[in-house]
Protein backbone atom coordinates (compact mmCIF):
# COMPACT_ATOMS: atom_id res chain seq x y z
CA UNK A 1 0.00 0.00 0.00
CA UNK A 2 1.30 3.75 -1.20
CA UNK A 3 2.57 5.59 2.29
CA UNK A 4 0.63 8.80 1.06
CA UNK A 5 -2.24 6.77 1.03
CA UNK A 6 -2.36 5.78 5.08
CA UNK A 7 -0.72 9.36 6.57
CA UNK A 8 -3.58 11.69 7.48
CA UNK A 9 -3.76 15.02 7.09
CA UNK A 10 -2.08 17.46 9.30
CA UNK A 11 -2.25 21.33 10.45
CA UNK A 12 -1.02 23.58 7.41
CA UNK A 13 2.11 25.44 8.67
CA UNK A 14 4.78 27.57 7.35
CA UNK A 15 7.97 26.08 6.45
CA UNK A 16 11.32 27.47 8.03
CA UNK A 17 13.55 29.43 6.07
CA UNK A 18 16.19 27.11 5.52
CA UNK A 19 14.04 23.95 4.43
CA UNK A 20 12.27 26.72 2.24
CA UNK A 21 16.01 27.63 0.92
CA UNK A 22 17.29 23.86 0.30
CA UNK A 23 13.80 23.43 -1.76
CA UNK A 24 14.34 26.06 -3.80
CA UNK A 25 17.94 25.14 -4.22
CA UNK A 26 16.76 22.12 -5.72
CA UNK A 27 15.31 24.06 -8.90
CA UNK A 28 18.14 26.19 -9.09
CA UNK A 29 21.38 24.42 -8.27
CA UNK A 30 21.40 20.84 -9.84
CA UNK A 31 25.51 20.70 -9.52
CA UNK A 32 28.89 22.98 -9.51
CA UNK A 33 28.25 23.97 -13.03
CA UNK A 34 24.21 25.51 -12.02
CA UNK A 35 25.95 27.26 -8.76
CA UNK A 36 28.72 28.93 -11.13
CA UNK A 37 26.91 29.85 -13.91
CA UNK A 38 24.43 31.38 -11.83
CA UNK A 39 27.51 33.44 -9.96
CA UNK A 40 29.04 34.41 -13.26
CA UNK A 41 26.17 35.91 -14.23
CA UNK A 42 25.73 38.03 -11.21
CA UNK A 43 29.10 39.03 -12.16
CA UNK A 44 28.45 39.83 -15.62
CA UNK A 45 25.22 41.43 -14.49
CA UNK A 46 27.38 43.56 -11.75
CA UNK A 47 29.61 45.24 -14.56
CA UNK A 48 32.82 42.80 -14.82
CA UNK A 49 35.71 43.02 -16.99
CA UNK A 50 37.29 40.09 -15.60
CA UNK A 51 35.85 36.87 -13.95
CA UNK A 52 37.69 33.75 -12.46
CA UNK A 53 36.36 30.49 -11.54
CA UNK A 54 38.84 28.24 -9.07
CA UNK A 55 37.63 24.95 -8.66
CA UNK A 56 38.71 21.96 -6.65
CA UNK A 57 37.27 18.40 -7.40
CA UNK A 58 35.60 19.62 -9.88
CA UNK A 59 33.77 21.95 -7.63
CA UNK A 60 31.98 19.68 -5.24
CA UNK A 61 34.80 20.57 -2.39
CA UNK A 62 35.78 24.01 -3.66
CA UNK A 63 34.40 26.41 -5.79
CA UNK A 64 35.10 30.71 -6.16
CA UNK A 65 34.36 33.22 -8.81
CA UNK A 66 35.93 36.32 -8.35
CA UNK A 67 34.74 39.67 -10.39
CA UNK A 68 35.66 43.36 -10.89
CA UNK A 69 32.45 44.33 -11.13
CA UNK A 70 30.33 47.47 -8.93
CA UNK A 71 30.75 45.61 -6.09
CA UNK A 72 28.42 45.63 -2.62
CA UNK A 73 27.89 47.63 0.62
CA UNK A 74 27.39 46.08 4.20
CA UNK A 75 23.85 46.69 3.78
CA UNK A 76 23.62 45.31 0.29
CA UNK A 77 25.57 42.36 1.24
CA UNK A 78 22.86 41.30 3.91
CA UNK A 79 20.14 41.98 1.62
CA UNK A 80 22.11 39.67 -1.36
CA UNK A 81 22.15 36.52 0.72
CA UNK A 82 18.08 36.80 1.51
CA UNK A 83 15.42 35.31 -0.50
CA UNK A 84 13.66 37.70 -3.42
CA UNK A 85 15.99 40.34 -2.71
CA UNK A 86 17.49 41.74 -5.97
CA UNK A 87 18.24 45.29 -7.59
CA UNK A 88 17.64 43.92 -10.92
CA UNK A 89 13.89 44.65 -11.36
CA UNK A 90 13.48 48.47 -10.56
CA UNK A 91 10.11 48.57 -11.93
CA UNK A 92 8.84 45.51 -10.81
CA UNK A 93 8.11 44.35 -14.09
CA UNK A 94 8.71 40.85 -15.22
CA UNK A 95 7.90 41.70 -18.95
CA UNK A 96 11.33 43.85 -18.85
CA UNK A 97 14.27 41.73 -17.53
CA UNK A 98 17.35 43.21 -18.96
CA UNK A 99 19.81 41.51 -16.85
CA UNK A 100 20.72 37.78 -16.57
CA UNK A 101 19.62 37.70 -13.11
CA UNK A 102 16.26 38.85 -11.48
CA UNK A 103 14.86 35.93 -9.38
CA UNK A 104 17.08 36.88 -5.97
CA UNK A 105 17.03 33.05 -5.58
CA UNK A 106 20.48 32.15 -6.27
CA UNK A 107 22.74 33.35 -3.38
CA UNK A 108 20.37 32.52 -0.50
CA UNK A 109 19.93 28.83 -2.79
CA UNK A 110 23.45 28.46 -3.18
CA UNK A 111 24.08 29.10 0.99
CA UNK A 112 21.37 26.75 1.98
CA UNK A 113 23.45 23.74 0.34
CA UNK A 114 27.09 24.72 1.30
CA UNK A 115 29.46 26.64 3.47
CA UNK A 116 29.62 29.93 1.65
CA UNK A 117 31.45 32.72 1.86
CA UNK A 118 30.62 36.20 0.24
CA UNK A 119 33.24 39.03 0.10
CA UNK A 120 32.66 42.41 -1.78
CA UNK A 121 33.64 45.96 -1.97
CA UNK A 122 31.90 48.86 -3.78
CA UNK A 123 34.57 50.77 -6.26
CA UNK A 124 34.26 54.12 -4.14
CA UNK A 125 34.99 52.45 -0.46
CA UNK A 126 37.91 52.33 1.18
CA UNK A 127 36.94 48.61 2.92
CA UNK A 128 35.42 45.39 2.03
CA UNK A 129 32.98 43.30 4.04
CA UNK A 130 32.58 39.54 4.33
CA UNK A 131 29.90 37.53 5.21
CA UNK A 132 29.29 33.69 6.21
CA UNK A 133 26.99 30.99 6.12
CA UNK A 134 26.97 27.39 6.73
CA UNK A 135 23.53 25.10 5.76
CA UNK A 136 21.85 28.47 5.62
CA UNK A 137 22.60 29.38 9.17
CA UNK A 138 24.20 33.08 8.87
CA UNK A 139 26.77 34.97 10.73
CA UNK A 140 27.31 38.89 11.51
CA UNK A 141 29.38 40.53 8.47
CA UNK A 142 32.77 41.49 9.28
CA UNK A 143 35.22 43.58 7.72
CA UNK A 144 37.70 42.31 5.08
CA UNK A 145 40.61 43.15 2.86
CA UNK A 146 39.72 42.69 -0.91
CA UNK A 147 40.22 44.46 -4.03
CA UNK A 148 37.19 46.51 -5.94
CA UNK A 149 34.39 44.07 -7.15
CA UNK A 150 33.19 40.30 -5.60
CA UNK A 151 34.39 37.20 -4.21
CA UNK A 152 31.71 34.07 -3.54
CA UNK A 153 33.38 31.14 -2.06
CA UNK A 154 31.43 27.53 -1.94
CA UNK A 155 32.80 24.76 0.25
CA UNK A 156 31.53 21.38 0.28
CA UNK A 157 27.75 21.95 -1.69
CA UNK A 158 25.33 19.63 -0.63
CA UNK A 159 26.91 18.92 2.32
CA UNK A 160 24.14 19.63 4.05
CA UNK A 161 21.44 17.70 1.41
CA UNK A 162 23.60 14.14 1.36
CA UNK A 163 21.42 13.05 -1.28
CA UNK A 164 22.27 15.44 -3.88
CA UNK A 165 25.42 15.12 -3.32
CA UNK A 166 25.31 11.24 -4.17
CA UNK A 167 24.29 12.19 -8.03
CA UNK A 168 27.16 13.73 -8.68
CA UNK A 169 29.35 12.25 -11.43
CA UNK A 170 33.12 12.24 -10.90
CA UNK A 171 35.40 15.20 -10.77
CA UNK A 172 36.36 15.18 -14.56
CA UNK A 173 32.78 15.12 -15.23
CA UNK A 174 31.73 18.23 -13.29
CA UNK A 175 34.72 20.31 -14.55
CA UNK A 176 33.50 19.46 -17.97
CA UNK A 177 29.87 20.95 -17.19
CA UNK A 178 31.10 24.33 -15.39
CA UNK A 179 33.63 24.74 -18.41
CA UNK A 180 30.37 24.43 -20.97
CA UNK A 181 28.61 26.54 -18.47
CA UNK A 182 31.32 28.87 -18.47
CA UNK A 183 32.45 28.92 -22.46
CA UNK A 184 28.49 29.82 -23.19
CA UNK A 185 28.90 32.74 -21.16
CA UNK A 186 31.95 33.40 -22.69
CA UNK A 187 30.43 33.74 -26.29
CA UNK A 188 27.53 35.75 -25.72
CA UNK A 189 30.04 38.26 -23.61
CA UNK A 190 33.13 38.29 -25.39
CA UNK A 191 34.17 42.10 -24.28
CA UNK A 192 34.93 40.06 -20.70
CA UNK A 193 37.95 38.20 -20.05
CA UNK A 194 37.14 34.55 -18.84
CA UNK A 195 39.57 32.62 -16.85
CA UNK A 196 38.84 28.61 -15.52
CA UNK A 197 41.57 27.34 -12.91
CA UNK A 198 40.89 23.77 -11.84
CA UNK A 199 42.90 21.70 -8.97
CA UNK A 200 45.97 24.15 -9.87
CA UNK A 201 45.06 23.76 -13.49
CA UNK A 202 44.29 26.47 -16.11
CA UNK A 203 41.37 25.27 -18.84
CA UNK A 204 41.10 27.84 -20.24
CA UNK A 205 42.18 31.71 -20.09
CA UNK A 206 39.79 33.68 -22.99
CA UNK A 207 41.06 37.66 -22.63
CA UNK A 208 38.63 40.37 -23.45
CA UNK A 209 37.72 40.81 -27.45
CA UNK A 210 36.85 44.41 -27.49
CA UNK A 211 37.10 46.18 -31.00
CA UNK A 212 37.98 49.41 -31.29
CA UNK A 213 35.39 50.47 -34.03
CA UNK A 214 30.99 49.43 -33.85
CA UNK A 215 31.56 47.91 -37.13
CA UNK A 216 34.74 45.46 -35.80
CA UNK A 217 31.87 43.98 -32.86
CA UNK A 218 31.35 40.73 -35.20
CA UNK A 219 35.56 40.24 -35.54
CA UNK A 220 35.78 40.49 -32.15
CA UNK A 221 32.43 38.31 -31.41
CA UNK A 222 34.19 35.76 -34.59
CA UNK A 223 37.25 36.06 -32.32
CA UNK A 224 35.92 34.32 -29.34
CA UNK A 225 34.06 31.88 -30.72
CA UNK A 226 37.07 31.09 -32.68
CA UNK A 227 39.02 30.39 -28.99
CA UNK A 228 36.14 28.47 -27.90
CA UNK A 229 34.64 26.27 -30.80
CA UNK A 230 37.91 26.43 -33.03
CA UNK A 231 39.79 28.00 -35.63
CA UNK A 232 38.45 25.82 -38.04
CA UNK A 233 34.46 27.00 -37.31
CA UNK A 234 36.40 30.48 -37.60
CA UNK A 235 37.53 30.10 -41.17
CA UNK A 236 34.03 28.16 -42.17
CA UNK A 237 31.80 30.48 -40.55
CA UNK A 238 29.49 32.75 -42.33
CA UNK A 239 28.20 35.76 -40.83
CA UNK A 240 24.43 35.80 -40.14
CA UNK A 241 22.69 39.22 -39.84
CA UNK A 242 19.29 39.80 -40.06
CA UNK A 243 16.06 41.34 -39.00
CA UNK A 244 12.20 40.59 -38.56
CA UNK A 245 9.55 42.93 -37.08
CA UNK A 246 11.91 43.69 -34.17
CA UNK A 247 13.45 41.18 -33.88
CA UNK A 248 17.52 40.72 -34.78
CA UNK A 249 19.66 37.41 -35.57
CA UNK A 250 22.96 37.91 -35.62
CA UNK A 251 26.37 35.12 -35.48
CA UNK A 252 28.03 32.42 -37.30
CA UNK A 253 26.71 29.33 -39.22
CA UNK A 254 29.50 27.08 -40.20
CA UNK A 255 29.40 25.73 -43.61
CA UNK A 256 27.52 22.10 -44.33
CA UNK A 257 30.83 20.24 -44.82
CA UNK A 258 31.78 21.56 -41.23
CA UNK A 259 29.67 19.24 -39.26
CA UNK A 260 29.43 16.82 -36.47
CA UNK A 261 27.86 13.63 -35.04
CA UNK A 262 25.62 15.55 -32.56
CA UNK A 263 23.74 19.20 -31.88
CA UNK A 264 26.41 19.80 -29.15
CA UNK A 265 28.39 22.25 -30.86
CA UNK A 266 25.17 24.54 -31.69
CA UNK A 267 24.84 27.49 -29.25
CA UNK A 268 22.07 29.65 -29.51
CA UNK A 269 21.29 32.76 -27.22
CA UNK A 270 18.46 34.95 -25.98
CA UNK A 271 19.17 38.61 -25.52
CA UNK A 272 22.79 37.61 -24.29
CA UNK A 273 21.64 34.61 -22.20
CA UNK A 274 22.47 30.79 -23.21
CA UNK A 275 19.51 29.07 -23.85
CA UNK A 276 18.58 25.10 -24.69
CA UNK A 277 15.37 25.86 -26.57
CA UNK A 278 13.55 23.18 -28.90
CA UNK A 279 11.98 26.00 -30.95
CA UNK A 280 15.51 27.77 -31.43
CA UNK A 281 16.95 23.93 -32.32
CA UNK A 282 14.10 23.19 -34.77
CA UNK A 283 14.85 26.34 -36.65
CA UNK A 284 18.19 25.48 -37.00
CA UNK A 285 17.64 21.69 -37.96
CA UNK A 286 14.99 22.76 -40.65
CA UNK A 287 17.40 25.40 -42.52
CA UNK A 288 20.16 22.80 -42.89
CA UNK A 289 17.93 19.94 -43.88
CA UNK A 290 18.42 20.29 -47.52
CA UNK A 291 22.44 19.74 -47.12
CA UNK A 292 22.90 17.27 -44.41
CA UNK A 293 21.84 13.70 -43.49
CA UNK A 294 19.59 13.11 -40.79
CA UNK A 295 22.67 11.94 -38.28
CA UNK A 296 24.93 14.89 -39.10
CA UNK A 297 25.14 18.48 -37.34
CA UNK A 298 26.08 21.81 -37.93
CA UNK A 299 28.11 23.99 -36.07
CA UNK A 300 26.25 27.46 -35.60
CA UNK A 301 26.81 30.47 -32.88
CA UNK A 302 23.32 32.51 -33.12
CA UNK A 303 22.32 35.56 -30.78
CA UNK A 304 18.70 36.61 -30.87
CA UNK A 305 17.94 39.69 -29.77
CA UNK A 306 14.45 40.18 -28.87
CA UNK A 307 11.94 43.00 -27.72
CA UNK A 308 11.77 42.26 -23.96
CA UNK A 309 7.84 42.06 -24.09
CA UNK A 310 7.97 39.33 -26.87
CA UNK A 311 10.10 36.70 -24.73
CA UNK A 312 8.92 34.88 -21.79
CA UNK A 313 12.81 34.48 -19.63
CA UNK A 314 10.70 33.38 -16.46
CA UNK A 315 9.58 30.31 -17.63
CA UNK A 316 12.05 28.27 -15.39
CA UNK A 317 14.38 28.58 -12.15
CA UNK A 318 17.28 27.53 -14.15
CA UNK A 319 16.61 30.07 -16.77
CA UNK A 320 17.94 28.27 -19.57
CA UNK A 321 14.51 28.05 -21.65
CA UNK A 322 12.30 31.12 -23.09
CA UNK A 323 8.80 31.50 -24.63
CA UNK A 324 8.28 33.56 -27.33
CA UNK A 325 4.68 35.64 -27.56
CA UNK A 326 5.01 34.97 -31.31
CA UNK A 327 7.04 31.41 -31.98
CA UNK A 328 5.87 31.87 -35.64
CA UNK A 329 8.68 34.74 -36.40
CA UNK A 330 11.60 33.68 -34.65
CA UNK A 331 11.30 30.46 -36.58
CA UNK A 332 11.47 32.29 -39.84
CA UNK A 333 13.97 34.64 -38.91
CA UNK A 334 16.17 31.81 -37.92
CA UNK A 335 15.29 29.56 -41.17
CA UNK A 336 15.42 32.63 -43.57
CA UNK A 337 18.69 33.67 -42.40
CA UNK A 338 20.13 30.43 -42.51
CA UNK A 339 19.22 29.87 -46.02
CA UNK A 340 20.31 33.09 -47.25
CA UNK A 341 23.70 32.74 -45.79
CA UNK A 342 23.89 29.26 -47.23
CA UNK A 343 22.35 30.64 -50.78
CA UNK A 344 25.37 32.90 -50.61
CA UNK A 345 28.12 30.76 -50.03
CA UNK A 346 27.60 29.25 -53.27
CA UNK A 347 30.08 26.07 -54.43
CA UNK A 348 32.09 26.86 -51.46
CA UNK A 349 33.26 23.63 -49.30
CA UNK A 350 34.75 24.06 -46.01
CA UNK A 351 38.61 24.28 -45.50
CA UNK A 352 38.63 20.88 -43.78
CA UNK A 353 38.00 18.97 -46.27
CA UNK A 354 41.18 20.23 -47.93
CA UNK A 355 43.18 19.68 -45.08
CA UNK A 356 41.63 16.49 -44.40
CA UNK A 357 42.90 15.51 -48.04
CA UNK A 358 46.71 16.85 -47.54
CA UNK A 359 46.47 14.65 -44.26
CA UNK A 360 46.07 11.61 -46.67
CA UNK A 361 49.73 12.22 -48.70
CA UNK A 362 53.09 11.64 -47.42
CA UNK A 363 56.26 10.95 -49.31
CA UNK A 364 56.66 7.95 -50.86
CA UNK A 365 58.37 5.32 -49.85
CA UNK A 366 59.28 2.72 -52.16
CA UNK A 367 56.86 0.38 -51.69
CA UNK A 368 53.08 1.01 -52.69
CA UNK A 369 50.97 1.75 -49.64
CA UNK A 370 47.39 2.39 -48.71
CA UNK A 371 48.07 5.96 -47.32
CA UNK A 372 45.78 6.28 -44.09
CA UNK A 373 42.94 8.82 -43.87
CA UNK A 374 43.13 11.71 -41.74
CA UNK A 375 41.26 12.19 -39.02
CA UNK A 376 40.85 16.00 -38.05
CA UNK A 377 37.41 16.58 -36.78
CA UNK A 378 36.76 18.35 -40.41
CA UNK A 379 34.27 17.63 -43.09
CA UNK A 380 32.07 14.64 -42.84
CA UNK A 381 33.04 12.41 -40.08
CA UNK A 382 36.68 13.64 -40.95
CA UNK A 383 37.12 11.33 -44.20
CA UNK A 384 38.75 11.92 -47.43
CA UNK A 385 36.39 10.97 -50.17
CA UNK A 386 36.28 7.11 -52.18
CA UNK A 387 39.07 7.32 -54.18
CA UNK A 388 41.17 9.91 -53.16
CA UNK A 389 44.01 7.64 -51.57
CA UNK A 390 44.41 6.25 -54.99
CA UNK A 391 44.79 9.29 -56.92
CA UNK A 392 47.66 10.68 -54.09
CA UNK A 393 49.45 7.55 -54.99
CA UNK A 394 49.10 8.27 -58.71
CA UNK A 395 50.75 11.49 -58.27
CA UNK A 396 53.37 10.48 -56.17
CA UNK A 397 54.50 6.72 -57.50
CA UNK A 398 57.11 7.31 -60.34
CA UNK A 399 56.36 3.74 -61.67
CA UNK A 400 52.31 3.61 -61.37
CA UNK A 401 50.21 2.80 -64.06
CA UNK A 402 47.07 4.80 -62.70
CA UNK A 403 43.78 4.23 -64.31
CA UNK A 404 43.33 8.33 -65.37
CA UNK A 405 41.51 9.23 -68.64
CA UNK A 406 43.42 12.71 -70.35
CA UNK A 407 41.79 14.35 -73.13
CA UNK A 408 44.14 16.01 -75.76
CA UNK A 409 41.68 18.94 -76.57
CA UNK A 410 41.30 19.22 -72.59
CA UNK A 411 44.96 19.76 -71.89
CA UNK A 412 45.32 22.20 -75.14
CA UNK A 413 42.44 23.97 -73.70
CA UNK A 414 44.21 25.33 -70.73
CA UNK A 415 46.45 27.76 -71.74
CA UNK A 416 47.87 31.55 -70.69
CA UNK A 417 44.50 33.00 -72.83
CA UNK A 418 42.31 30.31 -70.82
CA UNK A 419 38.96 32.18 -68.70
CA UNK A 420 39.40 32.09 -65.05
CA UNK A 421 37.06 29.86 -63.24
CA UNK A 422 36.82 29.05 -59.49
CA UNK A 423 36.46 25.25 -59.96
CA UNK A 424 39.13 25.18 -62.74
CA UNK A 425 38.89 23.33 -66.59
CA UNK A 426 39.32 19.36 -66.74
CA UNK A 427 42.43 17.80 -67.16
CA UNK A 428 41.56 14.52 -66.45
CA UNK A 429 38.93 11.91 -65.10
CA UNK A 430 40.30 9.12 -62.50
CA UNK A 431 38.67 5.76 -61.72
CA UNK A 432 35.78 6.55 -64.05
CA UNK A 433 34.67 8.57 -61.11
CA UNK A 434 36.61 11.72 -60.20
CA UNK A 435 37.47 15.06 -62.53
CA UNK A 436 40.60 16.54 -61.94
CA UNK A 437 40.40 20.04 -62.89
CA UNK A 438 43.45 22.93 -62.60
CA UNK A 439 42.98 26.29 -61.56
CA UNK A 440 45.07 29.17 -60.98
CA UNK A 441 46.31 28.32 -57.37
CA UNK A 442 46.14 24.49 -57.91
CA UNK A 443 43.88 21.46 -58.16
CA UNK A 444 40.07 20.69 -58.08
CA UNK A 445 39.02 17.19 -57.51
CA UNK A 446 35.19 16.47 -58.03
CA UNK A 447 33.14 13.49 -57.23
CA UNK A 448 30.85 13.74 -60.03
CA UNK A 449 27.85 11.36 -58.73
CA UNK A 450 27.91 13.61 -55.62
CA UNK A 451 28.27 16.81 -57.33
CA UNK A 452 25.30 15.91 -60.26
CA UNK A 453 23.28 14.64 -57.18
CA UNK A 454 23.21 18.43 -55.68
CA UNK A 455 22.84 20.24 -59.17
CA UNK A 456 19.35 17.39 -59.92
CA UNK A 457 18.40 18.42 -56.41
CA UNK A 458 18.56 21.97 -57.07
CA UNK A 459 16.93 21.97 -60.78
CA UNK A 460 14.34 19.85 -59.41
CA UNK A 461 13.36 22.24 -56.07
CA UNK A 462 13.14 25.53 -58.16
CA UNK A 463 11.26 23.23 -61.41
CA UNK A 464 8.33 22.40 -58.00
CA UNK A 465 8.43 26.08 -56.95
CA UNK A 466 8.07 27.76 -60.55
CA UNK A 467 6.31 25.70 -62.99
CA UNK A 468 5.88 22.43 -61.91
CA UNK A 469 8.19 19.19 -62.27
CA UNK A 470 7.92 17.95 -66.29
CA UNK A 471 7.56 14.53 -66.72
CA UNK A 472 7.89 11.63 -69.42
CA UNK A 473 5.82 8.86 -69.65
CA UNK A 474 7.90 5.30 -69.30
CA UNK A 475 7.20 3.52 -72.31
CA UNK A 476 6.94 0.33 -70.20
CA UNK A 477 5.44 0.73 -66.65
CA UNK A 478 7.49 -0.56 -64.25
CA UNK A 479 6.29 -2.56 -61.23
CA UNK A 480 7.45 -2.47 -57.98
CA UNK A 481 6.77 -5.27 -55.15
CA UNK A 482 7.32 -3.20 -52.00
CA UNK A 483 5.00 -4.62 -49.30
CA UNK A 484 1.76 -3.67 -48.26
CA UNK A 485 2.14 -0.54 -45.86
CA UNK A 486 4.89 0.62 -48.16
CA UNK A 487 2.01 0.26 -51.22
CA UNK A 488 -0.57 1.89 -49.23
CA UNK A 489 1.54 4.75 -48.17
CA UNK A 490 2.84 5.82 -51.33
CA UNK A 491 -0.78 5.46 -52.97
CA UNK A 492 -2.37 7.75 -50.68
CA UNK A 493 0.91 10.17 -51.55
CA UNK A 494 -0.09 9.60 -55.05
CA UNK A 495 -1.29 12.96 -55.79
CA UNK A 496 1.54 14.60 -53.98
CA UNK A 497 4.17 12.66 -55.60
CA UNK A 498 2.72 13.47 -59.27
CA UNK A 499 3.07 16.48 -58.24
CA UNK A 500 6.76 16.25 -58.11
CA UNK A 501 7.22 14.03 -61.51
CA UNK A 502 6.50 10.99 -60.17
CA UNK A 503 3.44 9.24 -61.45
CA UNK A 504 1.85 5.57 -59.86
CA UNK A 505 -0.95 3.94 -58.80
CA UNK A 506 -1.63 0.58 -57.25
CA UNK A 507 -1.37 -2.97 -59.01
CA UNK A 508 -2.41 -5.76 -56.86
CA UNK A 509 -1.40 -6.61 -53.13
CA UNK A 510 1.48 -4.62 -52.02
CA UNK A 511 2.67 -3.41 -55.20
CA UNK A 512 2.43 -0.02 -57.69
CA UNK A 513 2.87 0.17 -61.15
CA UNK A 514 5.44 3.49 -61.89
CA UNK A 515 4.21 5.43 -65.22
CA UNK A 516 5.99 8.14 -65.19
CA UNK A 517 9.33 9.76 -64.09
CA UNK A 518 10.54 13.91 -64.09
CA UNK A 519 11.48 14.22 -66.84
CA UNK A 520 14.84 15.90 -65.81
CA UNK A 521 16.38 13.07 -64.28
CA UNK A 522 16.14 11.15 -67.49
CA UNK A 523 17.10 7.29 -66.65
CA UNK A 524 16.07 6.40 -63.33
CA UNK A 525 16.55 3.31 -60.90
CA UNK A 526 12.61 3.16 -60.52
CA UNK A 527 12.90 -0.19 -58.13
CA UNK A 528 15.52 1.37 -55.27
CA UNK A 529 13.64 5.18 -56.57
CA UNK A 530 10.31 3.96 -55.08
CA UNK A 531 11.51 1.66 -51.81
CA UNK A 532 13.23 4.40 -50.58
CA UNK A 533 10.51 7.12 -51.47
CA UNK A 534 8.64 4.38 -49.06
CA UNK A 535 10.35 4.20 -46.30
CA UNK A 536 11.19 8.24 -45.82
CA UNK A 537 7.27 8.30 -46.09
CA UNK A 538 7.02 6.01 -42.96
CA UNK A 539 9.74 7.69 -41.51
CA UNK A 540 7.96 11.07 -41.84
CA UNK A 541 4.80 9.91 -40.92
CA UNK A 542 1.06 10.38 -42.25
CA UNK A 543 0.37 14.09 -40.68
CA UNK A 544 3.19 16.07 -43.12
CA UNK A 545 2.67 16.73 -46.41
CA UNK A 546 5.54 16.10 -49.28
CA UNK A 547 5.74 19.83 -49.99
CA UNK A 548 6.72 20.50 -46.39
CA UNK A 549 9.47 17.68 -46.97
CA UNK A 550 10.26 19.11 -50.48
CA UNK A 551 13.85 19.24 -50.02
CA UNK A 552 13.99 15.09 -48.67
CA UNK A 553 11.85 13.92 -51.65
CA UNK A 554 13.83 15.89 -54.05
CA UNK A 555 17.23 14.29 -52.10
CA UNK A 556 15.99 11.14 -52.95
CA UNK A 557 14.80 11.57 -56.46
CA UNK A 558 18.11 13.39 -57.22
CA UNK A 559 20.25 10.40 -55.62
CA UNK A 560 18.24 7.88 -57.59
CA UNK A 561 19.13 9.02 -60.68
CA UNK A 562 22.25 11.45 -60.98
CA UNK A 563 25.35 10.84 -63.08
CA UNK A 564 27.01 7.43 -61.45
CA UNK A 565 30.60 6.75 -60.24
CA UNK A 566 31.90 4.24 -63.06
CA UNK A 567 30.55 6.78 -65.47
CA UNK A 568 33.08 8.02 -68.71
CA UNK A 569 32.52 11.22 -69.04
CA UNK A 570 34.28 13.36 -72.07
CA UNK A 571 35.74 16.65 -72.20
CA UNK A 572 32.65 19.04 -72.84
CA UNK A 573 30.79 16.88 -69.61
CA UNK A 574 32.87 17.04 -67.14
CA UNK A 575 33.33 21.03 -68.10
CA UNK A 576 29.68 21.60 -68.10
CA UNK A 577 29.47 19.88 -64.42
CA UNK A 578 32.52 22.43 -63.12
CA UNK A 579 30.33 25.64 -64.68
CA UNK A 580 26.82 24.18 -63.60
CA UNK A 581 28.36 23.47 -59.89
CA UNK A 582 30.32 27.28 -59.78
CA UNK A 583 26.48 28.47 -60.87
CA UNK A 584 24.38 26.69 -58.55
CA UNK A 585 24.06 27.16 -54.57
CA UNK A 586 25.47 24.11 -52.10
CA UNK A 587 27.01 22.67 -54.88
CA UNK A 588 30.19 22.42 -52.22
CA UNK A 589 28.33 19.77 -50.61
CA UNK A 590 25.61 17.09 -51.74
CA UNK A 591 22.13 16.14 -50.03
CA UNK A 592 23.98 14.50 -47.34
CA UNK A 593 26.41 17.33 -46.24
CA UNK A 594 29.48 15.22 -47.71
CA UNK A 595 31.69 17.55 -50.01
CA UNK A 596 31.40 17.26 -53.56
CA UNK A 597 35.33 18.42 -54.57
CA UNK A 598 38.38 19.08 -52.35
CA UNK A 599 40.70 21.46 -53.64
CA UNK A 600 44.30 21.07 -53.21
CA UNK A 601 46.20 25.12 -53.00
CA UNK A 602 49.48 25.00 -55.56
CA UNK A 603 51.34 26.14 -52.34
CA UNK A 604 50.24 23.07 -50.67
CA UNK A 605 51.41 20.59 -52.87
CA UNK A 606 54.87 22.41 -53.06
CA UNK A 607 55.13 21.88 -49.79
CA UNK A 608 54.49 17.92 -50.06
CA UNK A 609 57.82 17.34 -51.95
CA UNK A 610 59.41 19.89 -50.45
CA UNK A 611 59.70 22.69 -52.50
CA UNK A 612 58.81 25.01 -50.04
Known sequence: MSVLSTRPSRTLRRLPSNLVNRIAAGEVVERP??????????????????????????????????DDGIGMTRQELELAVERHCTSKLPDDDLTDIRTLGFRGEALPSIASVSRFAIT????????????????????????????????VEVRDLFFATPARLKFLKEARSESGHV??????????HPAIAFRLESDERTLFDLPATKPSLLDQADAARLERLAAIMGREFADNALAIDANREGFRLTGFAGLPTLNRPTAQHQYLFVNGRPVRDKLLAGAVRGAYQDFLARDRHPMVALFLEAPTEMVDVNVHPAKTEVRFRDAGIVRGLIVGALRTALSAAGHRASTTVAAAALGAFQPHSGQATVLPFARNGGGYGSTIPRGLAETAMQFMAPLAQPSVRTDAAAVESVGPESPSYPLGIARAQLHETYIVAQTDQGVVIVDQHAAHERLLHEKLKTQLETEGVKRQALLLPEVVEIGEDGARRLTQRATELAEMGLVLEPFGLGAVVVRETPALLGEVDIQG???????????????????????????TLACHTSVRAGRR???????????????????????????????LKLADIERLFGRR
Open 569 to 599: LNVDEMNALLRQMEATPHSGQCNHGRPTYVE
Open 179 to 188: ADALRRLAMA
Open 120 to 151: SRPKEADAAWSLDIEGGAKRDPKPAAHPPGTR
Open 529 to 555: LVRDLADELAEMGDHLSLKEKVEDVCG
Open 33 to 66: ASAVKELVENAIDAGAHRITVTLKEGGRTFLSVV
